[in-house]
């Protein structure tokens, strides 16, 4: 009688391809958060922590000279900074240079896109030198534009006089200075906001224009009825994208005439000015961190009531 030892599995049988496949399941399931893990660790690290933890000081009397010593005051920070008339000032002034920058910009961006998107000589060095505002430093672009609103030497002040116009003291008044500082906001993003209109304006189909022009719409009919429709997702993008940036203008005031009070009565203080004339200025880094959160807050109400309207007029056009 013979006996015979039971075979053992050949290696790549059954046993070992059933525990490859196992473990390709498991690297398929867990490899899309491994990917995305590393933007997710620093998204936690350096936007939600400190975002966290300025509401948490938001709630304590702190002083940037000593910052280990917290003192309670709950919502006291925020009544305080409701109850001060320069807070008031600074989200006017926010407002009105928002929209003094805001409107002119995209309304300008939206031309220049519209005649960028047609066949013209040197469209490539047109489209380059639209970015070159963009490109440049805030800091060298504000002290050149303050410059040329100099009250005694400026040119903008000299080519008034040239028609009869007495000189405008730009730093000083209260409209002529936000007027100045929204100049510098509408030179640098203009060509920024027109390349991306002209980057949606080539995403439409050409067949639109071609009917429209067989039905004899003008060049200005087809730019009222069918690009304007087409690029409704791209202008809520930048209006959206300008309100936040409005919110949080910080350089160009700043370095206008190197006041954090945003003049000689706050007369172009914004909101970013104000948080860092309290927390770098008055040391005051609770009220600091109260400012910052009522910003954050009124971007989030800003950017939902454009997304509510946006919306609410496509649903509206969608209805039959």
């Known amino acids: 009688m013979t006996l015979t030892a039971p075979a053992r599995p050949a290696p790549g049988g059954d046993a070992p391809p059933q525990r490859r496949r196992t473990a390709r399941r498991a690297w398929q399931t867990v490899s899309p958060y491994a990917y995305i893990a590393p933007f997710f660790t620093l998204f936690a690290a350096f936007g939600l922590f400190p975002l966290l933890y300025t509401a948490?000081?938001?709630?304590?009397?702190?002083?940037?000279?000593?910052?280990?010593?917290?003192?309670?005051?709950?919502?006291?920070?925020?009544?305080?900074?409701?109850?001060?008339?320069?807070f008031w000032t600074s989200l006017?002034?926010?407002?009105?240079?928002?929209?003094?920058?805001?409107?002119?910009?995209?309304?300008?961006?939206?031309?220049?896109?519209?005649?960028?998107?047609?066949?013209?000589?040197?469209?490539?060095?047109?489209?380059?030198?639209?970015?070159?505002?963009?490109?440049?430093?805030?800091?060298?672009?504000?002290?050149?534009?303050?410059?040329?609103?100099?009250?005694?030497f400026g040119l903008v002040n000299y080519v008034l006089g040239l028609v009869g116009i007495d000189p405008v003291d730009w730093q000083t008044g209260t409209v002529a200075s936000q007027v100045a500082v929204s100049t510098i906001v509408v030179w640098r993003w203009t060509g920024y906001n027109a390349l991306i209109y002209l980057a949606g304006m080539q995403s439409i189909p050409r067949e639109l224009y071609e009917a429209a022009e067989m039905d004899g719409a003008s060049r200005w009919r087809q730019f009222l009825h069918v690009t304007l429709p087409g690029l409704r997702p791209?202008?809520?993008?930048?209006?959206?994208?300008?309100?936040?940036?409005?919110?949080?203008?910080?350089?160009?005031?700043?370095?206008?005439?190197?006041?954090?009070?945003?003049?000689?009565?706050?007369?172009?203080?914004?909101?970013?000015?104000?948080?860092?004339?309290?927390?770098?200025?008055?040391?005051?880094?609770?009220?600091?961190?109260a400012i910052a959160w009522v910003m954050f807050l009124l971007i989030v109400v800003l950017v939902g009531t454009n997304a509510a309207l946006a919306h609410r007029r496509t649903r509206k056009e969608a209805r039959p």
């Open 92 to 152: 006017r002034n926010t407002f009105t240079i928002g929209v003094l920058s805001t409107v002119p910009q995209l309304v300008m961006a939206l031309g220049l896109a519209h005649l960028l998107n047609y066949r013209l000589r040197g469209r490539t060095f047109l489209r380059t030198a639209m970015l070159l505002p963009y490109a440049t430093s805030v800091a060298a672009a504000t002290l050149v534009f303050a410059q040329l609103f100099g009250r005694d």
């Open 234 to 289: 791209t202008i809520v993008f930048t209006v959206v994208v300008s309100t936040i940036g409005a919110t949080q203008l910080f350089g160009e005031p700043l370095l206008f005439e190197g006041s954090v009070s945003g003049g000689i009565s706050h007369q172009y203080q914004t909101l970013g000015l104000y948080l860092y004339e309290q927390g770098w200025g008055f040391f005051h880094l609770g009220r600091a961190a």
């Open 56 to 86: 948490f000081v938001s709630l304590y009397r702190v002083e940037l000279q000593t910052p280990g010593e917290m003192e309670w005051r709950g919502l006291g920070n925020y009544t305080a900074l409701f109850g001060d008339a320069f």
